[in-house]
C-alpha cells in the first residue's frame, strides 16, 4: 500500500473516531467536547477529501490534454496508481502522436514532390472535403486551395462537373478543358475509392498529356542522342588518329615502303568506317523518314506465309521448327512495310533460338476484343529485365553485327498503320505481338 492510501486510512480512521467520541460526548451533555471532537471529523474528512480530489483533478488534466491532443505537459509519476497509469497513457499517447505527425509530414513531402497532380477528398456527414491536395494539382489547374469541395465548383466548373459525374468512384479517362478561359488542353484523370467502415475517400490523379508526351520525346531524344554521339566517336576517332598519321607520313621528303604500306592501310581502314558511318546515316534515315504506308486490303495469313517463304533457306539452315495457327484474317494495310516488320521479328527469333538444342518459331494470329493480334513467339534465349525497355530504341543493340533498327522500325511501321508492336517475356523465350484494328 502506498503512503497516500495510507494517509486516506488514517485520515478516515481518524474521522470515525472523532465521531465516535463527539457522539459520546453529546450522550454526556458534554458540549464542549463533542463540538471539538466534531470539528476534528470534519477536519480529517476535508483533509482524505482534498487529497483524493487533488490526485482526480490531475488524472482529469492528464486525460483532458490527451483528448484536446495538448502535449506540452511533463508529468511525472506518481505513488498513486490511477494517476500514474493516467501519466503513462499520456506518454503513450503524445509518442504515438508524434511518430502520427512526422509519417504524416514524410508522406505528404512525397506526395508534393510528385510530378503529377493529387487531390484526396473525404466524405463527412454527405459533403466532400479536401482531405489532401498537392502544389502540382493546384499548379495545373491554376487554383487556389481550399478545404471544401463545393468552393471549386466555381473556380473550375468543368473539371468539378467531370468529378462529380464519375460519382466519385473508380475511373479513368482523357478529356479536354480550358483553363482560365484559355485554348482546352488534354488531361489524363484517374479516380479511386477507397472505403472502411467509418470513412469513405476519393484519390483523384491528374497528369497533362502534353506534358506525358513532352518528357517521353525528351527521354527518347536523350537516348537517340547517346547512342549517335557514340556510334560517331567510335567511327571518327580513329579515322581522325589515322588521318593525323598520314598527314605525318606525307610531309616527309622521303616516303619509304613500310611508309607507303602504312598509308595504304590507313586509307583501306578510312574507307572502311566511311562506310560504316553511312550505313549508320542510311539506317537512321530509314527510322526517321519512314515512308506513309499504302494501304490496301490484304490477308493477313498470306503476308505471313510470304515472310516464311523468304526465310525458309535460314530456318532449314538452322533446323528451326515452323508452327503456325493462322486464322484467316483480312487487315488494311501496306503488305511491303508488314511483311518487312515480320522478316525483322523472324531474324530476331533466329538469332534467339541459335544456340537451342530444339529450335521453335511459332506464329499465330487470332481475335481478341475487336483487334486482330499477330504473335510471333520463340523458345529462345529471351531478353533480361535490364533491357527490356531499351530494345525499341534506335541503333540499341546487344549483337556484335547488328544495326539495332529492326524493332525500331517494325514499331514505327505497325504505329504508322495505327496499331501497336509489344513484347512479353515467357519462361523460356519472347512473344512479340502485333495489334491490328480490326
Known amino acids: 500500500m502506498n503512503k497516500q492510501k495510507i494517509f486516506w486510512v488514517i485520515f478516515i480512521f481518524l474521522a ?3 465521531g465516535i467520541f463527539a457522539f459520546d460526548f453529546y450522550s454526556q451533555n458534554k458540549w464542549i467536547n463533542s463540538l471539538l471532537f466534531s470539528l476534528m471529523s470534519f477536519a480529517c474528512v476535508i483533509l482524505a477529501y482534498t487529497s483524493a480530489l ?13 483528448q484536446k491532443k495538448d502535449f506540452s505537459l511533463f508529468p511525472k509519476t506518481e505513488e498513486n496508481s490511477l494517476l500514474n497509469n493516467a501519466v503513462k497513457l499520456y506518454y503513450q499517447s503524445k509518442e504515438e502522436y508524434l511518430s502520427l505527425s512526422s509519417y504524416k509530414l514524410l508522406y505528404e513531402e512525397i506526395l508534393n514532390q510528385l510530378e503529377i497532380g493529387l487531390m484526396i477528398l473525404s466524405k463527412k456527414n454527405d459533403a466532400w472535403d479536401v482531405f489532401y491536395v498537392n502544389p502540382i494539382f493546384l499548379e495545373i489547374l491554376e487554383i487556389p486551395k481550399y478545404n471544401s469541395w463545393n468552393l471549386y465548383e466555381n473556380k473550375t466548373a468543368e473539371f468539378y462537373k467531370i468529378i462529380q459525374q464519375t460519382n466519385y468512384e473508380n475511373s479513368q479517362e482523357f478529356f479536354d478543358i480550358s483553363i482560365n478561359e484559355n485554348t482546352k488542353q488534354s488531361f489524363s ?21 502534353q506534358k506525358i508526351i513532352e518528357q517521353k ?3 527518347a531524344w536523350n537516348n537517340l542522342m547517346k547512342v549517335i554521339s557514340h556510334e560517331l566517336l567510335n567511327t571518327l576517332t580513329p579515322v581522325n588518329s589515322l588521318i593525323q598519321n598520314l598527314e605525318y607520313i606525307a610531309n616527309q621528303e622521303i616516303i619509304e615502303k613500310e611508309d607507303q604500306q602504312d598509308m595504304k592501310e590507313s586509307l583501306m ?47 532449314e539452315k538452322n533446323h528451326i521448327t515452323i508452327i503456325n ?27 534467339a533460338v541459335s544456340d537451342n538444342a530444339e529450335k521453335t518459331i511459332k506464329t499465330e494470329i487470332k481475335t481478341q476484343n475487336k483487334r486482330i493480334i499477330l504473335i510471333v513467339e520463340d523458345n529462345g534465349i529471351g531478353i ?3 533491357i527490356q525497355d531499351k530494345i525499341f530504341l534506335p541503333f540499341f543493340t546487344t549483337r556484335s553485327n547488328g544495326s539495332g533498327i529492326g524493332l525500331t522500325l517494325s514499331k514505327s511501321i505497325i504505329e504508322a498503320h495505327k496499331g501497336y508492336l509489344n513484347y512479353k517475356a515467357l519462361e523460356q523465350g519472347s512473344r512479340f505481338e502485333i495489334w491490328f484494328v480490326e
Open 384 to 386: 533480361s529485365k535490364e
Open 16 to 18: 470515525i473516531a472523532c
Open 269 to 315: 581502314v578510312i574507307n572502311s568506317k566511311s562506310k560504316q558511318l553511312l550505313n549508320f546515316v542510311d539506317d537512321y534515315r530509314q527510322v526517321a523518314e519512314l515512308p506513309k504506308p499504302v494501304c490496301k486490303t490484304i490477308s493477313l495469313t498470306q503476308i505471313v506465309e510470304s515472310a516464311i517463304n523468304f526465310l525458309k533457306p535460314e530456318f
Open 189 to 209: 484523370l484517374r479516380t479511386k475509392k477507397v472505403q472502411n467502415v467509418k470513412n469513405r475517400f476519393c484519390i483523384i490523379s491528374l497528369e497533362s498529356v
Open 325 to 351: 495457327s493462322l486464322e484467316n484474317k483480312i487487315i488494311l494495310a501496306d503488305e511491303k512495310m508488314i511483311e518487312r516488320c515480320l522478316i525483322n521479328l523472324y531474324l530476331n527469333a533466329i538469332y
Open 54 to 66: 487533488s490526485f482526480i483533478q490531475k488524472t482529469e488534466k492528464m486525460l483532458l490534454a490527451i
Open 217 to 219: 520525346e525528351k527521354l
